[in-house]
């Protein structure tokens, strides 16, 4: 990553700019999306990962399948890790470090430009971040397979993403965030996506940290006339873990699908924090997200649905349903529609309950043990999150992590 000093004087001045923000709001717990995290603890003390267990990592983590593997680890894009591929014509994959030379345009006129202004986090990674990677895709293209962008916690890293999808373009992008199993890390990743008209992003994220991982994610999304989002989110392990949506939809017949699965288990806590806008007239949203808290965890639901007055014949849809597996574990759910147009079709709805008792006997009759039983409820309850990931390593990682009870 280029320094501070010999940064272009834009990057410089973001910098600066974002520096203010962050210093003045970070001992801050006020808003309603931090209700149950301070954004302090997401920065601990943290040490650097053994250079054998990031490569075993790596190892585990990389899909073999993939079109390009971009792997960093602490917040730096290590070459002779990752699996590239020659650049092809009108699509562009590549560190940001390179990008900045190569393509300093495209980050002067996009990046940063998605972050909402109270973002506290996002602000921090506008100062910070130290590397990332560049996706472009020229109007009618599409990658040749998956851009998996795997980070691997090591010490505090800050990372920044950026893609850009021209008129018509396609693409599939996995990030995969994972780190040892007894370090302290904290990790800290924002991807920002523009997605010209008609362009269509599939979008993964598989979050699998150790005890000791603090990880903060977001996704910031626009969205022109025609264009398509589909991002689903698989969360599992880390010490305390919060995921950002900020999605708008800012042009006609644009159409953003959210799912997630988050499962909590020891002492863990994770939030979830969606904001949805409609800007536009007659756009679709899918939103579902379903949390399992075990043990003493404790799992966060906050999302926000906004529909601008303009943005007649709306339809949205918000679902987030959870599963208490243990009478110590708690989730807190706050679904919200804020609505200025009238001809909408909206909806949402939250609920929260522990496993079927009458099923867990009627499975125990039929010669199952307490944990097959459980195990098979609890698979029942995630399956439709996991069954749209196309057969394949992905699938097989997320079943492996969702495991039993």
């Not at 999304?221 to 264009?227: D, H, K, T, V």
């Not at 147009?341 to 909806?347: F, I, L, Q, T």
């Amino acid at each position: 990553m280029t320094s501070p000093v010999a940064a272009p004087e834009w990057l410089q001045r973001m910098r600066q700019e974002a520096a203010v923000v962050s210093g003045t709001q970070l001992g801050t717990q006020a808003r309603e999306d931090w209700l149950y995290t301070a954004p302090k603890d997401l920065l601990p003390s943290t040490a650097i990962a053994d250079p054998d267990e990031i490569r075993r990592i790596v190892a585990t983590n990389a899909l073999p399948d993939a079109w390009q593997v971009l792997v960093f680890v602490g917040g730096v894009f290590s070459p002779e890790l990752s699996r590239t591929a020659p650049e092809s014509s009108g699509i562009v994959v590549e560190p940001m470090a390179v990008a900045l030379d190569l393509h300093p345009g495209d980050l002067f006129a996009r990046l940063g430009r998605s972050d909402a202004e109270d973002g506290i986090f996002l602000a921090m990674d506008r100062e910070r971040w130290t590397d990332g990677t560049f996706v472009r895709v020229g109007a009618d293209q599409k990658t040749s397979g998956t851009v998996q962008i795997l980070e691997v916690g090591s010490g505090t890293s800050w990372l920044r993403h950026l893609v850009l999808l021209g008129e018509g373009a396609s693409a599939s992008i996995v990030e995969t965030h994972v780190s040892p199993e007894s370090t302290t890390i904290a990790a800290h990743s924002v991807t920002e996506v523009r997605l010209a008209p008609g362009a269509n992003l599939s979008h993964v994220r598989l979050r699998s940290h150790g005890a000791g991982g603090h990880h903060y994610g977001a996704l910031l999304a626009s969205l022109e006339s025609r264009a398509r989002l589909e991002s689903r989110s698989f969360a599992f392990g880390g010490a305390l873990a919060r995921d950002d949506y900020q999605v708008s939809l800012d042009a006609p017949d644009a159409f953003a699908l959210l799912h997630g699965l988050v499962k909590t288990r020891g002492t863990e806590k994770a939030d979830l924090s969606v904001k949805l806008r409609h800007a536009s007239p007659d756009c679709q949203s899918d939103q579902s997200f379903k949390m399992l808290a075990d043990d003493r965890s404790q799992a966060n639901f906050h999302g926000a649905v906004y529909v601008d007055r303009d943005a007649q014949r709306t339809a949205a849809r918000q679902s987030n349903r959870n599963l208490l597996l243990s009478r110590e574990a708690s989730v807190n759910s706050r679904p919200q529609l804020e609505i200025l147009a009238d001809d909408v079709k909206c909806s949402h709805g939250s609920a929260t309950g522990r496993l079927d008792e009458k099923a867990l006997r009627f499975l125990r009759m039929r010669g199952l043990s307490e944990s097959g039983a459980r195990a098979l409820l609890v698979r029942a309850f995630a399956g439709e999150m996991v069954l749209p990931l196309p057969e394949g390593d992905l699938r097989d990682r997320v079943d492996s992590l969702l495991g039993g009870e």
